[in-house]
């Protein structure tokens, strides 16, 4: 789509009224100066510098602490092409609506305009978007997550494409918040809030739902997946992507430490949220991360639980909403170490210890993925990996096994398409219910996803060998509520069947709901497991699927005459053999 970008720069200026006009140009003396005026105003404190340099704490408005799905809309000429799975208004009077809020929002601020990449630098994949904010937060922000300024700027010259998104923290009020998306005029409005996914624009609203769109319209996908490379003992890297609901463990997988690290198998992290598949001149699914930085949940990551994530974020790093120690450090739940004397909670009041979290349960790390020591060294590659296997993630305590393997790629969409996780404490409504969330995309997903899962489909058919799909679920629990699988690094036993199944060896046992491995195929050694804890997280509860079977058809019904025939078919399929 063609669009200028100086036309669209005034028309923003005349709805804003900014008082002020920044072009960013992505230097470091821009970011630094972005620091600066933050430092001055306040709303940056910054860390101490002998241990956390070039890092900064922000705290944002309490009541804009996390992305609304509520206020956020798909705008299509026809409500049916935006889906059940999205909130729906037309795109005029959405239009309508953001010119009202935005007249005048900027009076007496300076907006800031940022062109910026999603993708390596010179990648036939990467894409250009410009964003428009009057946040010196959001730009410095976007400064660690993309590629801002002239690289961006030199490659709309030559597309005569970009992205608009145009954002202003308005009064942050939850009255006047609303984030809504033009899929068929690949634009985006985001008005009153500075939270992450609300307000950086290139991840959520382009890179995931605007891309979503446009990847069907041009042959590719933007998926919610992260990617990562598994070496071999002789050296051989095999790349995954990996799909998992939000806060489930992404970042953790994409920078796991392998408890095989001795016997050669490694982890190299390509990307820890999302990635956009293509398929290139061989017929090969190909993946590039379109993100430069990682935005991170930060309770519960530990030197522990994720090593390679507390270095990455030890310099140049954004925290958001984490508390604060009187030695000017960040500190969470979970962070490994007691909470000092005179900790300062994520309000930045003296913490009283009294049940409330000190960090927000939301807070967040932003930084630079070239700062993560497993960072591939194809990361940013501009053709990006081959990817070899693609692997849904579940958060189930039963039901689904550890592993399984999809019969076909028609059966991998399905197991895609009925992945569910539950819910948990942070979320509100009911814990432990079931929401399904299909691909992991339930959220982003820019169009009807009776639509998106006929595309997942066609795919299958244009890729000349296509990845073997996984579904797996590191959180079944035994009949006391413990988990049955250590998870973390001893993922990697899983993922190392996974690589087996990739080259043609590991064993099976054929199942309705798929493949199943035979507990001898996992390498469990050096691993104490309770007896039988392999044998049942690995088990097919007969019993549990036929439960399953009709809450996924349930699920699938609202898509009506949108669902493809091959998914009914398949829960069809497993419904017969369910009841053999
Ligand atoms: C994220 C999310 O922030 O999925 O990555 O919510
Ligand atoms: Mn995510």
Known sequence: MTRDLQSWVKECVELAQPEKVSWCDGSATEYK???????????????NPATYP??????????????????????TTNKDDAGPNNNWMSPDAAKQKMKLLFRGSMRGRTMYVIPYIMGPVGSPYSKVGVEITDSPYVAASMHIMTRVGTVALDQYTRDREFVP????????????????????????????SGYGGNALLGKKC??????????????????????????????????????????????????????????????????????????????RLRAINPEAGFFGVAPGTSHETNPIAMHTMEKNSIFTNVALTPSKEPWWEGFGTPPPAGLLDWHGKTWMNDGKPAAHPNSRFTS??????????????????????????????????????????????????SMGAETTAAATGAVGVVRRDPMAMRPFCGYNMGDYFSYWLSMGKRLKKPPLVFRVNWFRKDGNGKFLWPGYGENIRVLRWILDRVRDKGKVVRTPIGLLPTPDS?????????????????????????????????????FSERLPVELSQEVLNLKNQLSD
């Open 368 to 417: 630079p993925a070239r700062q993560c020591p497993i960072i591939s060294r194809h990361w940013e590659d501009p053709q990006g990996v081959p990817i070899s296997a693609i692997v849904f993630g579940s958060r189930r305590s039963d039901t689904i096994p550890l592993v399984t393997q999809a019969f076909n790629w028609e059966h991998g969409v399905f197991l895609g398409a």
């Open 33 to 47: 100066e972005l620091v600066r005026g933050m430092l001055k105003d306040g709303s940056l404190i910054e860390l």
């Open 165 to 192: 998104g145009l954002h202003s923290l308005g009064d942050c009020s939850p009255d006047r918040r609303l984030i809504v998306h033009l899929p068929e005029e690949r634009s985006i409005w985001s008005f009153g």
């Open 522 to 558: 996992i390498d469990t050694a050096g691993l104490s497991l309770k007896p039988n804890a392999l044998q049942d997280v690995l088990a097919f509860d007969r019993i549990g699927w036929k439960k399953e079977v009709d809450d996924i058809e349930g699920f699938f019904h609202q």
């Open 54 to 75: 070039n890092c900064f704490l922000h705290r944002s408005n309490p009541n804009d602490v996390a992305r609304t799905e509520q206020l956020t809309f798909v705008c």
């Open 206 to 283: 382009f890179a995931l739902r605007i891309a979503s769109f446009m990847a069907r319209h041009e042959g590719w996908l933007a998926e919610h997946m992260l990617i990562m490379g598994l070496e071999d003992p002789s050296g051989e890297v095999t790349y995954m992507a990996v799909a998992f609901p939000s806060a489930s463990g992404k970042t953790n997988l994409a920078m796991m430490v392998s408890s095989l690290g001795e016997k050669g198998y490694k982890v190299w992290t390509v990307g820890d949220d999302i990635a956009w598949l293509s398929i290139d001149s061989e017929g």
